[in-house]
């Protein structure tokens, strides 16, 4: 029988290539286990108030939640996506959380995310904060490192990119282009003034931070460069990716798209323990994972842009295994809900 499903926290409305690779994912497992998404609830909106999600709870078999980077610190957003869980219960459906970054919660959050089935985090840290609340959760790698980039016949050449963390990211591309890499931006921003503005702010929370020249300069320029040096189709940019000799990011999916890659990185810490804590269930040197834009010198690009010891081969079997896990993951979801 086809299982009809609702997927919560869709992400791709983020115009992002490493959340557009983890809804793809979603899509091709469950096509693959016949389940079938009957609605879906963006990320960004209250699932809870859409008319076409609250009708297939009554009519659908199960609701998945991918839980990316949202359920951390007890934020709302992680919170009204934890309510899932319960409110599936309360219809006789199965839950499933997948995908999920969890980091400093509450008890509260805890006993919502036991009414779930089968809960996947994304990294040890989680897994290891979670194992010691007596909660044991599968630990799959983020969903787009099951996107397989094409291969190049040569690397050349150091590419990077932002930070979800403005201040972090304006640090890093000013060190960047002192070191003359080159930019391979991951979000897609619109041309919309508006959006343009929202972007050229995120540098430094204070508006007036925009009346210091020297800052106004760098955040316009990083804007600038952003939108003119994006690349719109997914494909090709990961394909760059797998080209690049070194590539250097404070954003955890491109990280991601590095290693589904092979490609030799250095990322600086974001928002949350995932990026150390990938790196580490990689089998890659603690040094690659930077805490301050400052570290990186042409010594560091130098050392950073060959693997060292076993990393390749502990990298190669870290993807090998974590794609089985997304296959299982989602064949393990098509047969309890229907055992269920």
Not at 92 to 97: E, R, S, V, W, Y
């Amino acid at each position: 029988m086809t299982i009809r499903a609702v997927l919560l926290n869709d992400t791709r409305i983020d115009r992002h290539h490493g959340c557009t690779s983890v809804v793809a994912t979603i899509d091709t497992l469950c096509a693959a286990n016949d389940i079938e998404i009957v609605a879906r609830s963006t990320a960004h909106s209250d699932w809870r108030a859409n008319p076409a999600v609250a009708a297939a709870f009554e009519s659908a078999d199960c609701v998945i939640v991918n839980g990316e980077g949202t359920i951390h610190h007890d934020r709302p957003a992680g919170q009204i996506l934890l309510e899932a869980g319960p409110r599936a219960k309360d219809h006789g459906k199965m839950a499933f959380l997948v995908n999920s970054t969890w980091q400093a919660n509450s008890a509260e959050s805890l006993k919502k995310l036991q009414a779930f089935d089968i809960v996947s985090v994304r990294e040890s840290a989680s897994e290891a904060e979670l194992n010691g609340l007596g909660f044991a959760p599968r630990r799959i790698p983020d969903l787009a490192l099951y996107h397989r980039p094409s291969t190049a016949e040569a690397r050349d050449g150091i590419a990077y990119c932002d930070s979800v963390q403005g201040p972090k990211a304006l640090a890093l591309y000013r060190r960047m282009w002192a070191l003359g890499a080159d930019p391979l931006p991951i979000v897609q921003l619109s041309r919309r003034p508006i959006e343009l503005l929202r972007w050229l702010k995120r540098y430094d929370p204070s508006i007036s931070a925009l009346l210091r020249p020297a800052h106004a300069r760098d955040a316009l320029r990083a804007t600038v460069q952003d939108l003119n040096r994006q690349i719109a189709n997914r494909d090709e940019f990961t394909a760059r990716v797998a080209a690049s000799e070194l590539i250097v990011t404070g954003r955890f999916h491109m990280m991601i798209f590095a290693l589904g890659a092979m490609t030799p990185l250095l990322a600086l810490g974001s928002n949350t323990h995932k990026i150390e804590a990938t790196l580490r269930d990689a089998g890659l040197e603690p040094w690659r994972a930077i805490a301050d834009a400052a570290e990186l010198d042409d010594d560091l690009l130098t050392r950073a842009a060959r693997w060292h010891g076993e990393e390749r081969e502990n990298l190669a079997r870290f993807v090998a295994q974590g794609r089985a896990a997304m296959e299982q993951l989602f064949a393990d979801i098509a047969a309890q809900t229907r055992s269920g």
